[in-house]
């Protein structure tokens, strides 16, 4: 069953350029503060939506998602996930980490970041947090998405 409504209006097959443009944007200024971004997912296929969507239910696992396909900004190229790279180069989602020595958290520096650039954080949803997920939705609901509304660069006003 395809999850999108309208057929004829095709489907973002990468990130959004003002969402891929805010995204360098945050992985530079966080940089300057002396904290390393990695970007761990960003646009997302309706099959790879739907795999994680799968986790802790059909497949093992926690859940991690509890949008199916064609439910999350991703699949319309509207949104990434961050984690924090570690001083052995792996990649870090502790949220209490201050790798940067400045007293405050680098998981929020970065949250911080991402507000001030647009981005609506995953952490202040009241249902499910989902704390590595930054989103730009230019004022459109999943529902308009569904059926076919895309964002429009000129949209957006930096």
Known sequence: MNPFVDKD????????PVVKDYQSELVDQAAKKGINVVITEGHRSAERQNALYEKGRSE????VTYAKAGESYHNYGLAIDFALRNENG???WDMDADRNGNGRSDWMEVVAIAKQLGFEWGGDWSKFKDYPHLQMNFGLSIRQLKRGHRPKVESYAK
Do not use: A, K, Q, Y
């Open 9 to 16: 209006v095709p489907l973002p097959t990468m990130l959004h």
């Open 60 to 63: 093992e696992g926690r859940i």
């Open 90 to 92: 792996g990649v870090s």
